[in-house]
């Protein structure tokens, strides 16, 4: 059974993603409730990464003991010269190693990159606005002189950028909106949500899953910033200030208002769910929100459990099975026969360790 986890484990997480790819992506609840879809989202894909590197893992080390007496760590070191002695368990084990050393040092590299690149956008960024920029309406705001309507926040910097197209385009009201709405992406830190997900799909391009999960993930980011935004502002004043802000472009490394999905957002923000459907999504989605999870890691946490199982020393055998052949005995000869074998393999597994 232990030589078919990993194989589980890879069909297991491609069952996971195939979920996701074709279920959770027409599902209509994660849009009514987008922080619970983004939950969902990360649940999957951290379940899809965890199950291929511990099906490597397994492959490659097939028993490992944190902690363990001695006689059962050289167990454990005997049981792996075993399977690495044989031809095929060799190749096995070689490909499991090298597959899972490639994902972990690819997803590692690739996300220490996004971190590094984002950083030094809104570091240029930042010294642009400084030449560029003048100080707004309110402590970390910044206006640039554009005609272009747009509105974004600097992650990291903490600094809300507008034009005075957006100020001139924007009432009162439409302009509160738009900046609770990215206060909520400084507050949530959106942006290690997104660079996650972006760095996962660029580790892995030809993997689909994780660049729908990508796709998803933004827009509901973006969904998650609204609700914020329209518990401070009336939901129709915020729609109307999307629809100005539609257009704009957002530099690299920014969270704007506008862009990213704003048809769909717009029309999400008009067509409000009514409270007893609202009621009935919610609850769903709660009981989703407790299950998925525990569903998602349980697999990875069978194998963590079984890579952890070691086979029992040499010494321990022979007395099990010692004492299962004197089961069948009878008398007094029998019973001291198996407790003199169980004190000589205990005094003789603690003078090891």
């Known amino acids: 059974m232990r030589a078919m986890i990993p194989y589980l484990l890879v069909a297991y997480a491609i069952a996971v993603a195939g979920s996701g790819t074709w279920w959770l992506r027409r599902a209509s609840w994660p849009v009514r409730l987008p922080r619970l879809g983004i939950a969902v989202w990360q649940a999957l894909t951290f379940t899809v990464v965890a199950s291929a590197l511990l099906a490597g893992l397994i492959l490659a080390v097939p028993c490992l003991r944190v902690w363990a007496d001695w006689p059962g760590l050289k167990a454990c070191v005997m049981s792996v010269r075993a399977q690495y002695a044989s031809p095929g368990g060799a190749l096995a084990t070689t490909a499991g190693g090298a597959v899972t050393l490639f994902a972990t040092g690819r997803l590692a590299w690739f996300t220490v990159s996004a971190l590094i690149i984002a950083r030094r956008r809104r570091t240029r960024h930042d010294e642009a606005l400084a030449l560029v920029g003048r100080h707004g309406p ?169 890579i952890s199982h070691c086979p029992p020393s040499a010494s321990h055998a022979h007395v099990m099975t010692t004492a299962g052949q004197s089961m069948h005995g009878t008398g007094p000869e029998t019973a001291a026969h198996l407790t003199i074998a169980g004190a000589s393999w205990t005094s003789g597994a603690e003078t090891a360790s």
């Open 138 to 306: 309110a402590p970390g705001m910044t206006v640039l002189d554009d005609d272009r309507p747009a509105v974004y926040c600097l992650p990291g910097r903490r600094r809300i950028v507008l034009t005075t197209g957006a100020l001139r385009r924007l009432d009162s009201p439409q302009l509160n909106a738009v900046l609770a709405h990215e206060r909520a992406h400084l507050t949530g830190r959106h942006h290690l949500v997104i660079m996650f997900a972006e760095a996962l799909r660029c580790a892995f391009p030809r993997v689909r899953f994780f660049g729908i999960a990508a796709n998803q993930i933004g827009g509901l980011v973006e969904m998650a910033a609204d609700d914020a935004a329209a518990r401070r502002a009336h939901r129709l004043t915020l729609a109307d200030a999307l629809l100005t802000l539609a257009s704009a472009r957002v530099p690299a490394g920014a969270l704007g208002a506008g862009g990213t999905a704003g048809a769909q957002r717009i029309r999400r923000l008009i067509d409000s769910p009514q409270p007893a459907r609202g009621a009935r999504i919610t609850a769903a989605a709660a009981l989703a929100l407790i299950a998925a999870p525990a569903v998602a890691l349980s697999a990875p946490a069978l194998a963590v459990m079984a």
